[in-house]
T-cell receptor, first 111, second 115 residues
């Protein structure tokens, strides 16, 4: 069974400090990993996905298959980064490819 | 701004009643999926529809059912409502086939409270 674990429900950092949101997964195969973000009063939206190897809003995430992790990092947090962050996994093509989400981490960036 | 719209935004139902939630997919998206998000939890996959057929289902009982229409809008129906069905219900659409394409776009959700 596929599973995503986000061990921190709440995370607070000061503006300008580095931030890391942890995500571990279990999946027997090669999944796709994503980070979704939900700002206050807005809909859930895609932040980044591992296959793109991109940096969005200064955030990066590297898939570590050995540690089955996909931690989200940003070197200098900004107040506008305060939001709910969800790590998600999707199975291979050929299936319905539903997303399996973690329970989320609420990030608060303090001034 | 995505084009996935859901209605109603909020509703209250009594235990045992039935509810229908509606979703209008983003233009050009032929795959729609529904998720349930309980308070303090991440979204959980209910089912997915592609070309009006269900092609994937999560761990939800048969009283959760759906429809997808030729214009790719869809409905989520829940019969015999239980208190634990109280949650935010998210609709998501994506382009590109039964496997759901690459990017999934979410609506703002429908808040259901069962009393």
């Amino acid at each position: 069974a596929q599973r995503v674990t986000q061990p921190e429900k709440l995370l607070s950092v000061f503006k300008g400090a580095p931030v890391e949101l942890k995500c571990n997964y279990s999946y027997s195969g090669s999944p796709e990993l994503f980070w979704y973000v939900q700002y206050s009063r807005q809909r859930l939206q895609l932040l980044l996905r591992h296959i793109s190897r991109e940096s969005i809003k200064g955030f990066t995430a590297d898939l570590n298959k050995g540690e089955t992790s996909f931690h989200l990092k940003k070197p200098f947090a900004q107040e506008e980064d305060s939001a709910m962050y969800y790590c998600a996994l999707r199975g291979p093509s050929g299936s319905a490819r539903q997303l399996t989400f973690g329970s989320g981490t609420q990030l608060t960036v303090l001034p | 701004e995505t084009g996935v719209t859901q209605s109603p935004t909020h509703l209250i139902k009594t235990r045992g009643q039935q509810v229908t939630l509606r979703c209008s997919s983003q233009s050009g998206h032929n795959t729609v999926s529904w998720y349930q998000q309980a308070l303090g939890q991440g979204p959980q996959f209910i089912f997915q529809y592609y070309r009006e057929e269900e092609n994937g289902r999560g761990n939800f009982p048969p009283r959760f059912s759906g429809l997808q229409f030729p214009n790719y809008s869809s409905e989520l129906n829940v019969n015999a409502l239980e208190l634990d069905d109280s949650a935010l219900y998210l609709c998501a659409s994506s382009p590109g086939g039964a496997s759901g394409g690459n990017t999934i776009y979410f609506g703002e959700g429908s808040w259901l409270t069962v009393v």
